[in-house]
């Protein structure tokens, strides 16, 4: 796939990542749909790519997720790709964990993302690519951060899985696996309190490494075990 003309749909466009992804491809020259749950978000960022369409979601609404695709392929006259940026965080030891929280993590992290790939996959032909946010902690666990990891974890290895099975159709299945970044997430955690974090990795790089990986048909995008710089694997 080339930047220019690339027809993609970022679910999660209203967040601080998911907007950064879909102006930088606008700014390639791709055609972007924004999708989100907030409507006023989702017409600012609408109204800086210029894009020709908004589509709202809910990560509860199974249904909808996975109609998102055809919405997108409606407008754009066909997709070429589909990324999922959305996603939420809670912090706290996993006995002090309820079960509506972890409930919750797994709807918004990985059956939500995992409803909407699995839309795209019905309307992107080959050469297209789907791709989805996990995170760095699926490789690296944290303490407090059990029923977070373990949501990351169930759409890291959905996506694996994906990968194997669309090697047929040609469609690549990138995972993003990102570090810490200091995009607000951890100051809406739905639960518990954030633990000390580093400093927040280069939001610039890693968003034009996501943005590579899924034009290049990428696998798995992460940092690299000595200087944490984005790394990716085809």
């Known amino acids: 796939m080339e930047d220019a003309d690339l027809r993609i749909l970022v679910a999660g466009a209203t967040g601080a990542l998911g907007s950064a992804v879909a102006v930088l491809a606008a700014e390639r020259g791709a055609r972007v749909v924004p999708a989100g749950r907030d ?10 790519l210029g894009s020709p369409a908004m589509l709202r979601f809910d990560a ?50 990985a059956l939500a993302p995992m409803a909407v790939l699995r839309g795209a996959l019905a309307v992107i032909g080959s050469g297209g690519a789907v791709g989805a946010i996990t995170a760095a902690i699926v490789d690296r666990p944290v ?50 309190t954030p633990p000390p974090t580093p400093p927040g990795a280069d939001l610039p790089a890693w968003v034009a490494a996501l943005l590579e990986g899924m034009i290049s048909g990428a696998s798995v995008l992460m940092p690299h075990p000595v200087h944490g710089a984005p790394t990716l694997r085809r």
Not at 39 to 48: K, S
């Open 60 to 109: 509860y609404d199974s249904d909808g997720c996975t109609r998102l695709a055809a919405r997108a392929a409606d407008r754009l006259g066909g997709l070429d790709a589909v990324l999922v940026t959305s996603g939420t965080v809670a912090f706290g030891p996993a006995e002090r964990t309820s079960a509506v929280i972890e409930e919750h993590l797994m709807a918004v992290n």
């Open 143 to 192: 303490k407090g951060m059990a029923a977070y990891q373990a949501s990351k974890a169930a759409l890291s290895a959905w996506l694996d899985a994906v990968r194997t099975e669309q090697g047929r159709n040609r469609i690549s299945v990138l995972d993003a696996r990102l570090p810490h970044m200091d995009t607000g997430l951890v100051d809406r955690a739905v639960a518990g």
């Open 39 to 48: 409507p006023h978000r989702l017409e600012q960022v609408a109204g800086r």
